[in-house]
């Protein structure tokens, strides 16, 4: 029993360790592909680096077609798979993780909140009533990745405790900013595509109550799930997040029922197959394989096996790659006017640092305070306020709104000036806060 119970431990322990290592390594290709943009925005093929983003793709089938610019297709397609995997992560965090039960999640959610609001206040009193007004979710948003990556850059000197927490509350921050996409920046509902959304998601749902462990045909809708959301008005990436939230997330058997069937089918193996040395043709023992294969599906999840599949995927391919069609801005000489003078510019900078910071600390304190929640355990005040700073990194999520919060070009490049700005100032101070803090520790 002692050995179940350690194995079922570590298969809790494991996935998140693996998260951490493939964010790292997603990290530093989101990196790559930021500074390669930024390079080729101000160098002489700046003029090519942006025109490729613009090259129209279609795919027709029969007299139904979609049609759009390259970039479209990565910030309203491939991101679709981005949004599905978070939906995923949410979900799985919720039933088994750090945000299964109040007493766990009620730290990470209330300290997202305030880094979700006070940015965004901040950013509405610097441009309300002007044009960059429609902005304000534009800093609300923490980016799991840098942040993640700050903090693997300091090695084992951050406890596990603290980076659990960083990625409890960015993923509460990224639900928090799929709401703010649905419900303030969609556009214009077109009822019958609407309905039909509705009909696929109830689809999916009833392929969740009826049992089915297969992923394809999850996967299929899904496919149709996105095509009506594209044409119902509701930004196309939702459809990742409604998919995700069907993918059925419990086992069929227990670990004790795994381990009793498993134990039975290799105790009764069939070993007559003496001459076995290239491929197992024996029609018993292939039976024998699959009878193994359904035991592990049961064990296994349907969301679980999708997530381990998409998440590589996500963070070492997708995000990269938005982020070199979206993060290529040419500063130019007003760069240094534009931070001083653009009210866009300005409210996503005090916005990113100064609010998330007073967001995070300030609801943090007020909770545990007010005894709604409590610091975890080898997590203290120093460690919230190193996150709080790390918090400021803005990037992946803050691009996106600001393609669905603004049309104007100039808005645009203010934004991204401001998003880029706020974001490597909030990494170097939070690497540097939470380097000396517990570089202190550690010599104490």
Same mark, same amino acid.
């Given at each position: ?28 290709? =989101? %990196? $790559?592909?930021? &500074?390669?943009?930024?390079?080729? /925005?101000?160098?002489?093929? *700046?003029?090519? !680096? ?115 927490? =960083? %990625? $409890?509350?960015? &993923?509460?921050?990224?639900?928090? /900013?799929?709401?703010?996409? *649905?419900?303030? !920046? ?116 349907? %969301? ?37 003078e653009s009210k866009v510019t300005l409210g996503i900078i005090l916005g990113l640092l100064l609010g998330k910071q007073a967001g995070i600390m300030l609801f943090s304190f007020a909770a545990v305070k007010a005894g709604l929640a409590s610091l975890p355990q080898g997590v203290n005040w120093k460690g919230i306020y190193g996150l709080s700073c790390l918090a400021g990194i803005g990037f992946t999520m803050s691009l996106f709104i600001t393609n669905l919060s603004f049309t104007s070009l100039e808005l645009i490049q203010e ?30």
């Open positions: 029993m002692n050995e179940q119970m350690s194995i079922i431990g570590d298969s809790l322990i494991r996935p998140v360790l693996r998260f951490f290592k493939t964010q790292n390594t997603g990290s530093k290709l =989101l %990196l $790559a592909a930021t &500074i390669t943009a930024l390079f080729l /925005a101000n160098s002489p093929w *700046a003029e090519h !680096y942006f025109q490729i983003w613009s090259v129209p793709i279609s795919i027709a089938v029969g007299d139904m077609s979609l049609s759009g610019s390259l970039q479209h297709w990565i910030n309203d397609g491939l991101m679709v798979i981005f949004f599905l995997v978070i939906g995923l992560e949410i979900k799985r965090e919720v039933l088994v993780g750090e945000l299964a039960g109040w007493q766990k999640a009620s730290l990470p959610l209330i300290a997202a909140i305030g880094g979700m609001l006070i940015p965004a206040f901040i950013y509405y009193i610097v441009n309300a009533g002007g044009p960059g007004a429609p902005g304000w979710g534009i800093p609300m948003a923490t980016d799991i990745a840098f942040s993640l990556g700050c903090l693997m850059i300091l090695g084992d000197r951050i406890p596990t405790s603290l980076k659990v927490f =960083l %990625l $409890a509350m960015a &993923i509460v921050d990224d639900l928090g /900013a799929i709401i703010v996409i *649905a419900v303030f !920046y969609t556009s214009e509902i077109v009822m019958p595509y609407l309905l039909l959304t509705v009909v696929v998601t109830a689809a999916l749902i009833a392929l969740n109550i009826f049992k089915v462990r297969k992923l394809s045909p999850y996967l299929i809708l899904g496919m149709i799930l996105w095509i009506v959301v594209e044409n119902s008005g509701i930004h196309a990436t939702l459809a990742g997040v409604l998919l995700a939230m069907t993918i059925p997330a419990r086992s069929v058997y227990k670990p004790e029922e795994f381990f009793e069937e498993a134990e039975r089918i290799i105790g009764n193996f069939p070993l007559q197959n003496e001459d076995f040395y290239i491929m197992c043709v024996d029609q018993e023992q292939r039976n024998a394989l699959k009878s193994i294969e359904s035991a592990v599906g049961k064990l296994d999840t349907p %969301l679980q096996r999708l997530e381990d599949k998409l998440h590589p995927i996500s963070a070492m391919f997708i995000i990269p790659l938005f982020a070199f069609a979206n993060a290529g801005v040419n500063f130019g000489q007003d760069a240094v006017q534009l931070i001083i934004a991204k000036i401001g998003i880029m700005t706020a974001s490597l100032l909030a990494a170097i101070i939070g690497t540097i806060v939470m380097g000396k803090l517990f570089s202190r520790n550690n010599e104490e």
